[in-house]
């Protein structure tokens, strides 16, 4: 999987993502990810990091251990 090109509809739709994200980064949870369906993960996570949201660690923690499956 590349996590930088995948929508966010498809990570959340493999239970394996889902449950990667919800471990390192609950806190994104909170927000309503469904607004962002047709967006990237890459996109996503650039701007979250960037409002302090996600801390950087935790983003590529996340992307590392989804581009791993």
Same mark, same amino acid.
């Given at each position: 999987? /590349?996590?930088? %090109?995948m929508t966010v &509809?498809? !990570?959340f739709a493999d239970p394996r993502c889902a449950a990667i994200v919800k471990e390192k980064a609950p806190n994104l949870m909170k927000y309503p990810i469904k607004l962002f369906n047709k &967006? %990237? !993960?890459g996109e996503i996570f650039d701007l979250v990091v960037s409002k302090k949201i996600v801390p950087e660690s935790a983003a590529k923690a996340i992307e590392e251990a989804? /581009?791993?499956?």
């Open positions: 999987m /590349n996590f930088r %090109t &509809k498809e !990570c &967006k %990237t !993960c989804i /581009n791993a499956l």
